[in-house]
Each structure stands twice: as structure tokens, then as C-alpha cells.
């Protein structure tokens, strides 16, 4: 069985409508340094895999791994929701044990604040982002 583990549902976040961009993770409660967010089912994917994304309604919400040619991932839960800031107020780690995605805050979160992840692996990685042309 691909998840072995019980998956919960975080009831301390949600997901709603972001200024950042279009729908985003925020906190319904404060959550301190430090603290584990969520953990989320992932899917790990080849190239070959994450290529056939890109005819279908999935290819903006999947996870790379390093660069482009490398193994993706496909995550559950809100995880695929996080939008990303270069000052992000959380981070991620991928463990491929117990297939997750794990969520934890970078610093303090305020109830209300959207919770964001930089999508370059670190919270204060100020490099480009390289989001993938489906057209290409």
C-alpha cells in the first residue's frame, strides 16, 4: 500500500482565497517556531511521470526536486496550496520513508497570516524561481 500511515487533517489552517496568488494556506491559529504545520502523502515521480503533467490540470502543483531533469513530487493535502515568498514564514522537508511532505514554521505565525514556503528549498533563498513552461 502507497500510504501506510493515517493521514490527518490539519484543523489549525485552511485554505482560502491569497493576495499572493489566486488560493493560499493560512493560519486559523497562532503557531509557534519550530511547530509541524502539516504532513502530507506525497507521490514521488520520474521525469518521465512528471512530463506527462503537463497535459493535465496537475502540472502547476507539483514539487521539484533540484533541477529540472530530477525525481518531482506530487503532494497531497494543502501542501500543493503553500504560495511562494523569498521571505517565506515556513519550510518543507520531504521524507521518502514515510512518503511525506512536512510543514514546519520558519518563524511565528499570526492566526490570519497566509503561510508561505520558499519554492527554492530555503526560507530566505533569494534566486529566481523556475516554474516549468507546459508549452515547452
Known amino acids: 500500500m502507497l500510504f501506510s500511515r493515517n493521514i490527518y487533517r490539519p484543523l489549525h489552517i485552511e485554505v482560502k482565497e491569497s493576495l499572493v496568488q489566486g488560493r493560499g494556506v493560512f493560519a486559523k491559529n497562532k503557531v509557534p517556531k519550530g511547530s509541524l504545520i502539516e504532513q502530507a502523502p506525497v507521490l514521488f515521480l520520474s521525469h518521465s511521470e512528471k512530463e506527462a503533467l503537463r497535459f493535465t490540470k496537475l502540472f502547476h502543483y507539483y514539487f521539484l526536486l533540484g533541477e529540472a531533469e530530477r525525481q518531482t513530487a506530487f503532494c497531497f493535502g494543502y501542501a500543493s496550496f503553500y504560495n511562494h515568498s523569498p521571505q517565506a514564514n515556513a519550510l518543507y522537508t520531504f521524507s521518502k520513508k514515510k512518503n511525506t511532505i512536512n510543514i514546519y514554521a520558519y518563524r511565528t505565525i499570526e492566526a490570519g497570516d ?9 526560507p530566505a533563498d533569494k534566486n529566481e524561481v523556475y516554474f516549468p513552461n507546459p508549452d515547452e
Open 114 to 122: 497566509e503561510i508561505t514556503i520558499n519554492y527554492n528549498g530555503k
